[in-house]
């Protein structure tokens, strides 16, 4: 069975950093595109960033240059850390692994950024 376990997500000050941190278990994140999402209150959930077996990543325009996601695959973690937060980046931030039809979701952490 897989399961994605999301950590440190919580409340920053706007300017302020997080990292998020996911492990995988039940399956080995060197043959998955890995990556988060997040979803804000009333809103569709959308793409934050991804990284591919080989080390390629993919942002979304709203926080290129403010966020960053690595792999660790000896680790079997995928980490997002999180500079110059600002109160939109206020959501629930999922993991997830995919590949070919196969995906997986974690049970995702809250990011409030507040002053």
């Known amino acids: 069975q897989v399961h994605l376990v999301e950590s440190g997500g919580g409340l920053v000050q706007p300017g302020g950093s997080l990292r998020l941190s996911c492990t995988a278990k039940?399956?080995?994140?060197?043959?998955?595109?890995v990556g988060w999402y997040r979803q804000a209150p009333g809103k569709q959930r959308e793409l934050v960033a991804t990284?591919?077996?080989?080390?390629?990543?993919n942002y979304a325009d709203s926080i290129k240059g403010r966020f960053t996601i690595a792999k660790d695959n000896a680790k079997n973690t995928v980490e997002l850390q999180m500079n110059n937060l600002k109160p939109d980046d206020t959501a629930v931030y999922y993991c997830?692994?995919?590949?070919?039809?196969?995906?997986?979701w974690g049970q995702g952490t809250q990011v409030t950024v507040s002053s």
């Open positions: 997830t692994a995919r590949r070919f039809g196969e995906i997986h």
């Open positions: 990284i591919i077996g080989g080390g390629g990543t």
């Open positions: 039940g399956i080995s994140f060197s043959t998955y595109t």
